[in-house]
């Protein structure tokens, strides 16, 4: 891997800057060079949020990320504004809970997953982000799994364990999927 550009987009209170902090988190303690740009509107729950990751073997130039590898749409609007925008042979996972349109793109590989409803049915609200991390790791393979769940054992107090096991539940259902 010389560099991988990832790009997470959806509205706020989806989880968009946290899943981008568990892979900047877990690129970093994998000796990668990192970089992370969380970006949201003023309105914050609601509003647009988009969180720019990048996982690199060398110096990273610029921290933004306007052709992604990696695109994770949690949301119409940001599937439409970014899915041409990625690479050619990148990845685009989105949300089909929430997007409901067909989704193709000639230069990309296209994963739908209805992680909404698969965290609703789970008792896991809330966590489609977290459903959504583990299908995009399972097609990109820019990082494994055990290292996310590594990371995020790191990254969750130990007093909110809970918090921890419905994490690790929701990125192995995605994974899975």
Known sequence: MSATKILIA????QGILFTGKAIAYTGLKAGLEVSWLPSYG?????GTANCSITLSTEQIGSPIVDKPDVLIAMN??????????TEKGGFVVYDSSLITKEV???????????ATKLA?????????????????????KF???????ASLAQMVPAKKAELLEKNIKAIEIGYNF
Not at 42 to 46: I, L, N, S
């Open 104 to 114: 193709c793109s000639d230069k990309a590989s296209v994963y739908a997953i209805p």
């Open 143 to 149: 990082l494994s799994l055990d290292q996310i769940k």
């Open 42 to 46: 003023p309105e914050m729950r609601g």
């Open 10 to 13: 959806g509205f706020g209170g």
């Open 76 to 85: 119409l609007p940001s599937l439409e504004k970014y899915i041409d925008e």
């Open 120 to 140: 609703s049915d789970n008792s896991l609200e809330g966590l489609a982000n977290m459903i959504i991390l583990g299908k995009t790791l399972k097609e990109a």
